[in-house]
């Protein structure tokens, strides 16, 4: 059964995983860089940690075995028993993609359907470790699996977990004596499972920790209250058993031979083993059944704990020792989660975007309060009043502008997910490709840093695809093997400017000429009139792709004039030139936010309407006797070149009943009328709009019309003016597509 | 108060409470819990292309209000707009719009048990958006479902018709 997207718990989960996933993308790229860096091998590990504990408490079982596989692998590679490879890195970057597709899923209220076969298979192929690192089973979470399914063992690590987290909660060590702790453990090889757990809340922690010991899943199947009543339990009894019993005990359970034994386990056996942990978790009579069979190793945990340093010859005198290691590194998970928890405090909140369009709505309103009273202001005189205006205004200013604030996100969201895209297509089209960002703290909207993403990915593709050169080709063109693509992002007065460079092979205006002839996007003759640099924008023509085979990274044809269209929504412009044998430049313009949009006011038969300006060229008289009829339409030379007019009037006259049509051709009362001309830019046409007046420009706030009028052709919402009075922003190539013939 | 109300429920079923309104010179109710607020007559501005029963939106305080020409939607003539006119905010599903009324009135209690269907007369489509009707002394009091009323999915069946 599907769980509810909507349900609190579910959205935390949700929320929070996709920040973990976002991060693990970016974080297992640079893995394969630097290999061996420990501190990404964790917390790669607690992503995938992480994000299967909510899993399991949800009942998602298909995210659970994905990730509970990554997992382990990580674990493998984290104490050093395993290398990275490629492909092991290929395997795990396509779990991840499936894990994401899988929240794609729960976000849209559907069932999980399991992972493929073949990656779970190729998954547990990389689930042991290499060879050379066989030896003596060192593991934490070798030690405990080992642990075979006597009740004792397993609730051991989370018993020795249980007090360390009371302990922590309740404050009793600082800081810095459990940090020292950490790197003592950490000595042992065996403090992993302590840092794993130090992200985590006190409980979570401690839950973390035991599950870190426990083979990584028994934690998980446990719920809070469960956990609680056991810490309840072990803590009386278990806390303060001698520490020499620690490791005699462990011995018992998990000689090195059984911890050897216990990579063989199968995932079914390994299935039964959880269930019984989880069996014996349950009651309070379990939990105490357990906690009698095992004070010692808790023991171990809360000593450890205390006396970092005198455990360590103790820990190494036994065969077995591992388990009360675990424990000790558990307990101190638990600890460090709860101090860090205290300490650190709360810096930030997650507000519901709706809840700052309010705000944002709200302060909208107050700006025309203010405008009102500024008018008043000039009628009044009062020099009084006019200081308090005079206030008013800049406190007014200075909220917009932090209301504004508050929905920046850097661009660095969209920046993170590129070096993933880069490393694949790398691998896939078998080509060398460096990756530079710059401007990562770019800030702009946060509609904008979504609505970006998937052009700039298109972009990137398309880069590396048809941009860069094969790296032989690259040598004997006298280039680095390695080809650059360069990401920057920069605020350029109320712009963003993104720019996307390679040093590729370029493209050869004269080739895309015959190209565009070829696919019938233009004839040979207008394409002979063509400019070198509207050359290289005519591969933003639909229908229009240069690569003469498709390829499964782009090139399908769809792509550039899609990515046009997309910015074109945000308002935004782009632009490419390029260098024939040195590269190709794609220049992106987009507005600082969505949220505001200038706009040239117009009025058109007594009403105000807004011409965004990112479409708006010019404005000039309509002069009589300049004008022709061509094709039965009104049209004006403007420098040599017949312009076509449109009558936005026609359009409001069929607002009202009393609509009547004007015959079509321009009659002589319209003649009469001064009217002026606003010229627009739609793709690579010219057109021009008759209006009544221009008003001028002004800055708007975009509202949107609601579920009735969603949707109208022509229409890209509304807007509340200056006086309050309503003003409608005109979608203009809309209009076009609808009324067109007909304006 | 009250415990009469409680009694009347016991004795005749739930209370619920309307705000009445009146279109030339019938009595509608809808239901008060849908009812954000009622504004006095402002400018209405049209939006062009819109649907014939959209007289166009207004400003409410920041927020765009879309405005339905409910004589258009039961049937009535259509008539100048004049001061005494108002305009209902309502709210439903997820959605706030306002319909044009020439005035509001109270808010009244009505029980279930005074409810009775609407008359269906034939194909009248008009009786789509009627939850039912109450009589009281010679007042015929017209029940409005407002979720029906606001919904784009009958007006578009409505457009067809």
Same mark, same amino acid.
């Given at each position: 059964m599907a769980i509810d997207p909507q349900d609190d718990i579910v959205q935390d989960f949700l929320v929070e995983s996709r920040e973990i996933l976002e991060g693990l993308g970016e974080q297992l790229v640079s893995l394969e860089q630097a290999p061996e860096d420990r501190d990404l091998l964790n917390s790669v590990f607690r992503g995938f940690h992480t994000i299967k504990g909510g899993a399991g408490f949800l009942g998602l079982d298909e995210l659970v075995d994905v990730c509970h596989q990554t997992e382990d692998i990580f674990n493998l590679l984290r104490q050093g028993e395993k290398q990275m490879s490629p492909e092991l890195m290929d395997d795990v970057l396509q779990a991840l993609d499936v894990v994401n597709g899988m929240f794609d899923r729960i976000e849209d209220a559907q069932d999980l359907e399991p992972a493929p076969g073949g990656l779970l298979q190729a998954l547990r192929s990389h689930n042991q470790p290499d060879d050379n690192a066989g030896g003596a089973a060192t593991s934490a979470s070798d030690g405990a699996s080992a642990g075979e399914g006597t009740g004792g063992t397993t609730a051991a690590p989370s018993g020795a977990a249980a007090p360390g987290g009371q302990e922590a909660a309740s404050g009793d060590i600082s800081d810095q004596e459990f940090e020292a702790l950490l790197d003592a453990l950490d000595g042992e090889g065996v403090g992993d499972g302590g840092s794993a757990a130090a992200k985590d809340t006190a409980v979570e922690g401690a839950g973390a920790g035991a599950s870190a010991g426990a083979g990584a899943a028994a934690g998980d199947e446990i719920t809070d209250d469960e956990f609680e009543r056991l810490l309840d339990d072990l803590h009386g009894e278990g806390s303060h058993h001698g520490v020499p019993s620690a490791p005699a005990n462990a011995a018992d359970g998990q000689g090195p031979g059984d911890a050897a034994a216990g990579d063989e386990i199968t995932d079914d056996e390994f299935e039964k083993v959880l269930d019984q942990l989880h069996g014996s978790g349950q009651g309070p009579t379990g939990g105490q059944t357990d906690a009698a069979e095992t004070p010692v190793a808790s023991g171990g945990g809360s000593s450890a704990a205390r006396e970092p340093s005198s455990r360590r010859p103790e820990a190494s005198a036994g065969?077995?020792?591992?388990?009360?290691?675990?424990?000790?590194?558990?307990?101190?998970?638990?600890?460090? $989660?709860?101090?860090?928890?205290? @300490?650190r405090g709360e810096t930030s909140v997650r507000v519901d975007t709706a809840k700052l369009d309010d705000i944002m709505n709200l302060v909208g309103e107050l700006v025309l309060v203010r405008n009102r009273l500024a008018n008043l202001r000039g009628e009044i005189g009062d020099e009084r009043l006019s200081h308090a205006v005079g206030n008013l205004? @800049?406190?007014?200013?200075?909220?917009?502008?932090?209301?504004?604030?508050?929905?920046?996100?850097?661009?660095?969201?969209?920046?993170?997910?590129? +070096?993933?895209?880069?490393?694949?297509?790398?691998?896939?089209?078998e080509k060398e490709v460096e990756l530079v960002t710059a401007g990562e703290e770019t800030d702009l909207d946060k509609n904008l840093v979504e609505a970006l993403a998937d052009p700039l990915v298109h972009l990137i593709r398309n880069s590396v695809d048809h941009g860069l050169e094969p790296p032989d080709e690259r040598q004997s063109a006298g280039k680095r093997r390695t080809g650059t693509v360069r990401l920057a992002a920069e605020q350029e007065g109320d712009h963003i400017l993104l720019t996307i460079a390679d040093d590729g092979r370029g493209m050869d205006p004269d080739k895309l000429r015959e190209i565009a002839v070829k696919k019938g996007v233009l004839d040979a003759e207008s394409a002979r009139r063509l400019d070198d640099s509207e050359c290289y924008n005519l591969i933003f023509a639909p229908g229009f792709s240069t690569k003469e085979q498709i390829s499964d990274v782009s090139g399908r044809g769809v792509g550039m004039d899609v990515v046009k269209n997309s910015i074109s929504q945000l308002n935004g412009t782009i632009d490419i030139d390029s260098e024939l044998g040195r590269g190709t430049i794609i220049r992106i313009k987009v507005p600082l936010t969505l949220a505001i949009l200038p706009t040239l006011m117009v009025r058109i038969a007594g009403r105000k309407f807004a011409l965004p300006m990112s479409v708006v060229r010019e404005i000039f008289e309509l002069e009589r006797g300049r004008t022709n009829v061509v094709d039965g339409r009104l049209t004006v030379m403007v420098r040599h070149k017949a312009m076509p007019l449109f009558f936005l009037e026609r359009w409001l006259d069929r607002m009202g009943a009393e609509a009547v049509v004007p015959a079509k051709s321009l009659t002589g009362e319209d003649q009469e009328k001064d009217s002026q001309v606003v010229t627009v830019v739609i793709g690579h046409q010219t057109v021009g709009f008759v209006v009544d007046e221009v008003i001028g420009l002004e800055e708007v706030v975009i509202k949107p019309l609601g579920a009735i009028l969603h949707g109208l052709p022509g229409l890209a919402g509304s807007t509340i003016t200056g006086d309050g009075s309503i003003a409608l922003i005109v979608d203009i190539p809309s209009l076009i597509k609808q009324y067109g013939s007909r304006l | 108060m009250s415990e009469q109300l409680h009694a009347q429920t016991e004795a005749e079923g739930a209370v619920s409470q309307w705000v009445t309104f009146t279109l030339d010179d019938e009595t509608y109710g809808i239901g008060v819990m849908q009812v954000q607020e009622v504004?006095?007559?402002?400018? *209405?501005?049209?939006?062009?292309?819109?649907? +014939?029963?959209? /007289? $166009? *939106?207004?400003? /409410?305080?920041?927020?765009?209000?879309?405005?339905i020409d409910t004589r258009m939607r039961f049937g009535l003539r259509p008539k100048e707009p004049e001061d005494s006119d108002r305009i209902v905010v309502m709210e439903a599903g997820n959605q706030v719009a306002g319909i044009l009324v020439d005035s509001v009135a109270e808010v009244t209690y009505v029980r279930d048990g005074e409810i009775d269907t609407a008359p269906n007369v034939g194909n009248d489509d008009a009786s789509h958006y009627i939850y039912g009707v109450v009589s009281r002394d010679d007042d015929l009091l017209i029940l409005v479902d407002v979720n029906r009323l606001l919904s784009a999915d009958e007006w578009e069946e409505v457009a067809e018709l």
């Open positions: 065969g077995g020792h591992q388990g009360g290691g675990d424990g000790g590194a558990a307990a101190g998970g638990g600890q460090h $989660g709860a101090g860090g928890h205290g @300490h205004e @800049h406190v007014t200013s200075d909220l917009q502008n932090s209301v504004m604030k508050t929905r920046m996100q850097p661009i660095r969201k969209v920046f993170g997910r590129f +070096p993933r895209v880069i490393r694949d297509l790398a691998r896939n089209l | 504004l006095p007559l402002s400018e *209405i501005a049209p939006v062009p292309g819109a649907p +014939p029963y959209v /007289l $166009g *939106i207004i400003n /409410l305080r920041g927020n765009v209000v879309t405005v």
